[in-house]
């Protein structure tokens, strides 16, 4: 078989576990968005000066070291990668996986429910700029890396107490691929890195200071 009828067959045995991830990160957006609802004005009022401020920021023509960005995204990204990898490992570690890519899903339903709340339609295209186009990237290297460390955790349960297997040959051959798999995750996550860094930074950037310039000719 090649390599892209592999990937068909492996996608078609491990579905159900590839929509429990994704149903579990849109939980955790759905869950983001309602604790931005429940949350109390003065609490709103709080965090909304914070955000305020560090617009404030960026339209004194203050740089941001896109460089800097890049270096922080993509560690960021690698050691969220890095953790859940060792999650699988672990066998016991499969909740904590399940609670990463639930949180995930809850920062980013959160962050963008917030803007949203707070600045309406203009908040709606600051998230669209800022947020979305490296989660459009970052979000299916999550679900493909927890959806990964969930199969190799079952996959050593079956063999360990179903049939009674030793960590010989048969955990070999499936414990390389793991490795491999996250080897080119660890890769793919430079992109929503460099995304992130380079366009969604410019983007936001460049909204804000016409947003505060707009204000300011009113």
């Known amino acids: 078989m090649n390599k892209r009828a592999l990937a068909m067959d492996h996608m078609?045995?491990?579905?159900?576990?590839?929509?429990?991830?994704?149903?579990?990160?849109?939980t955790g957006i759905a869950f983001g968005a309602i604790v931005?609802?429940?949350?109390?004005?003065?609490?709103?009022?709080?965090?909304f000066f914070n955000l305020e401020r560090f617009f404030g920021y960026i339209t004194?023509?203050?740089?941001?070291?896109?460089n800097e960005?890049?270096?922080?995204?993509?560690?960021?990204?690698?050691?969220?990668?890095l953790l859940l990898f060792i999650l699988g490992l672990s066998v016991i570690g499969l909740p904590v996986v399940w609670v990463l890519i639930f949180l995930k899903g809850l920062v980013v339903g959160f962050s963008v429910?917030?803007?949203?709340?707070?600045l309406g339609i203009q908040g709606?295209?600051?998230?669209?700029?800022?947020?979305?186009?490296q989660n459009i990237v970052a979000i299916p290297i999550y679900i493909l890396a927890g959806s990964l460390s969930m199969i190799f955790t079952l996959g050593l349960l079956n063999k360990l107490f179903i049939r009674k297997a030793t960590f010989s040959?048969?955990?070999?051959?499936?414990?390389?691929?793991?490795?491999s798999f996250f080897a080119v995750l660890f890769l793919l996550s430079i992109i929503p890195a460099i995304i992130e860094a380079y366009i969604s930074n410019e983007a936001m950037v460049s909204f804000i200071k016409s947003l505060y310039n707009n204000e300011k000719s009113i």
């Open 12 to 26: 078609k045995n491990n579905a159900t576990i590839y929509v429990f991830m994704l149903i579990l990160f849109l």
């Open 36 to 47: 931005v609802n429940s949350m109390g004005t003065i609490q709103k009022q709080d965090l």
């Open 60 to 66: 004194t023509e203050n740089t941001i070291n896109k």
């Open 69 to 81: 960005i890049l270096k922080e995204s993509f560690f960021y990204h690698a050691k969220y990668l």
């Open 113 to 118: 429910g917030f803007i949203v709340s707070q």
């Open 124 to 133: 709606f295209l600051l998230a669209t700029f800022s947020i979305a186009p």
């Open 169 to 179: 040959q048969p955990v070999l051959q499936p414990f390389v691929k793991y490795v």
